[in-house]
């Protein structure tokens, strides 16, 4: 079921309306409503925001059926997964493997700032390749080794196709990495799986499937970095069901295990966690806290180490959401102009992930109108939002 319809029916019945009652408040045909609900059409963006205004989600669906559009635009959604599962009844690789381990690595850094399209068709190239290496002979070890690469870059590809609104190929590209992760007796890669099922719920309002997918992947990895992000995303969960005890018990763990571990070697490799990255998670828990204080510090940090002494953006995906964060404290302080300004500004990054990008702004958009309901400047932060979405 297509997410708007899903999400649709789980507001609708919440509210304890039938659909023949939703229709009389929008007004709208039953029929229609009901063939959008069961995934037999999308809504068009009219229906979108009537029903989202209607059951009071907050842009909740109107985000739905935007990444609904992205997803159906990937005509292959499958392409990833299948070029992943072709290596599996081959048994033979040449010893070039220390160059491939090398170029995972330096497409891993470029994650944050590279163009999506761009680095998902590098990858899937660099899959074709571990493919190709896979028919030559080789021994065991030298086997393993390949499917670990083969799991970095399916990864990465799952990352930079949900940035996509892909969401249809993310999940079959995370799956694969699970299970290469698996048959390579490969906890960080097994545990990035679970960290990414847990992002992907995240984005969709799956709070319940947040917390299960986290603690999981906590069970699976063990103390290394991705536990740490494991549990930032269970944070973040925890902090959007309204549970700000449990938020800093999580982020006290977090801090306490992350400060246990190493630094890691590349710190811009998506796949490490480091004290910068930990701030940017920290940062939307506090938010969603009401600790604005702890919040506008992180955001203020995130922006700083995120932007080079020339003026560039070396995280323009978190100095984004730092914006958007530092847009909601300004909200609550009562100062509406910078706000808006703040959170415009986090809409003109060229790198982004669409869904975690839709999720934060549309909690901004509702503190706005939640508060300055009738104001030209909260209608034209909506505005944005909608011309993004």
Same mark, same amino acid.
């Given at each position: 079921m297509p997410a708007f319809g899903a999400q649709m029916r789980a507001a609708r019945e919440a509210r304890g309306l039938s659909l023949a009652g939703l229709a009389e408040l929008l007004p709208a045909d039953k029929g229609h409503l009901s063939r959008i609900e069961n995934g037999h059409r999308r809504p068009g963006e009219d229906v979108a925001r009537r029903v989202d205004e209607v059951l009071d989600t907050r842009g909740e669906l109107i985000t739905c059926a935007a990444l609904d559009v992205s997803a159906a635009?990937?005509?292959?959604?499958?392409?990833?997964?299948? /070029? /992943? #599962? *072709?290596? #599996?009844? =081959?048994?033979? %690789?040449?010893?070039?493997i220390e160059t491939l381990q090398a170029t995972v690595t330096e497409l891993s850094c470029q994650y944050g700032w590279r163009d999506a399209r761009e680095l998902r068709a590098e990858g899937q190239g660099w899959i074709r390749e571990v493919v190709r290496l896979l028919h030559r002979p080789t021994g065991l070890r030298q086997h393993q080794e390949l499917l670990v690469c083969a799991g970095w870059l399916a990864l990465l590809v799952g990352c930079v196709e949900y940035d996509l609104g892909m969401r249809a190929g993310a999940e079959a590209t995370r799956t694969a990495a699970r299970q290469l992760g698996d048959e390579a007796g490969h906890t960080g890669i097994t545990g990035w799986s679970w960290e990414m099922a847990a992002w992907f719920a995240l984005t969709q !309002?799956? #709070?319940? %499937?947040?917390? %299960? %997918? !986290?603690?999981?992947? $906590? *069970?699976?990895?063990? *103390? $290394?970095?991705?536990?740490? $992000?494991?549990?930032? $995303?269970?944070?973040?969960? /925890?902090?959007?069901i309204g549970d700000a005890p449990a938020v800093r018990e999580a982020l006290d763990r977090g801090l306490q295990l992350l400060d246990a571990l190493p630094a890691? +070697? *590349?710190? +811009? =490799? #998506?796949?490490?966690?480091?004290p910068d990255k930990w701030l940017f998670y920290a940062m939307d828990a506090y938010r969603l806290a009401g600790d604005d204080a702890l919040a506008e510090h992180y955001a203020t940090e995130v922006i700083r180490t995120g932007t080079g002494p020339n003026g560039v953006e070396r995280s323009p995906m978190r100095v984004a959401e730092a914006r958007l964060t530092l847009a909601a404290t300004a909200v609550r302080s009562g100062d509406l102009e910078r706000a808006v300004d703040s959170g415009l500004a986090a809409f003109t990054a060229a790198r982004r992930s669409l869904p975690s990008l839709l999720l934060v702004a549309g909690e901004v958009d509702a503190e706005l109108h939640r508060r300055y309901p009738r104001e030209h400047a909260a209608q034209d932060f909506r505005e944005a939002l909608n011309a993004l979405r």
């Open positions: 635009v990937d005509a292959r959604p499958w392409e990833t997964a299948e /070029l /992943l #599962h *072709r290596m #599996h009844a =081959n048994d033979a %690789a040449p010893a070039t !309002s799956r #709070h319940g %499937a947040v917390l %299960a %997918a !986290s603690r999981a992947g $906590q *069970r699976a990895a063990g *103390r $290394q970095g991705v536990t740490v $992000q494991l549990i930032a $995303q269970e944070a973040k969960a /925890l902090a959007r890691p +070697d *590349r710190p +811009d =490799n #998506h796949f490490e966690v480091d």
